[in-house]
Nanobody, 125 residues
Framework: QLRLVESGGGSVQPGESLRLSCVVSGFTLDYYTIGWVRQAPGKEREGVACFSGHDNSTYYADSVKGRFTISGDFGTNTVYLQMDSLKPEDTAVYRC??????????????????WGQGIQVTVSS
């Protein structure tokens, strides 16, 4: 059974950091793309960052470039999203998603075969 389990969300002040984790089970990272898609109230979904287990390539939305870093740990089958210099506009529900290969198909077209439950990130002073 394929599962994605997120953790690490919470409430922080602007400028602070959070690290989200997505533990995948039922498959290995090697042939999958794992990404984070967020949705804020009243806004459309946005592909924030994606990681390809096939070649370690990454993709970032312009809104988070230079502030967020996505990485994969093949030993623990976990993908991390390090979020630094957080802004109030980063407030959203973040969902982990997975599909075979297809970095931009996930992050740009938001096409995924598997989704996590989602985790809340709130940035507020």
């Amino acid at each position: 059974q394929l599962r994605l389990v997120e953790s690490g969300g919470g409430s922080v002040q602007p400028g602070e950091s959070l690290r989200l984790s997505c533990v995948v089970s039922g498959f290995t990272l090697d042939y999958y793309t794992i990404g984070w898609v967020r949705q804020a109230p009243g806004k459309e979904r946005e592909g924030v960052a994606c990681f390809s287990g096939h070649d370690n390539s990454t993709y970032y939305a312009d809104s988070v470039k230079g502030r967020f870093t996505i990485s994969g740990d093949f030993g623990t089958n976990t993908v991390y999203l390090q979020m630094d210099s957080l802004k109030p506009e980063d407030t959203a529900v973040y969902r982990c998603a997975a599909r075979p290969l297809g970095l931009k198909r996930l992050c740009v077209q938001l096409s995924a075969d598997h989704w996590g439950q989602g985790i809340q990130v709130t940035v507020s002073s």
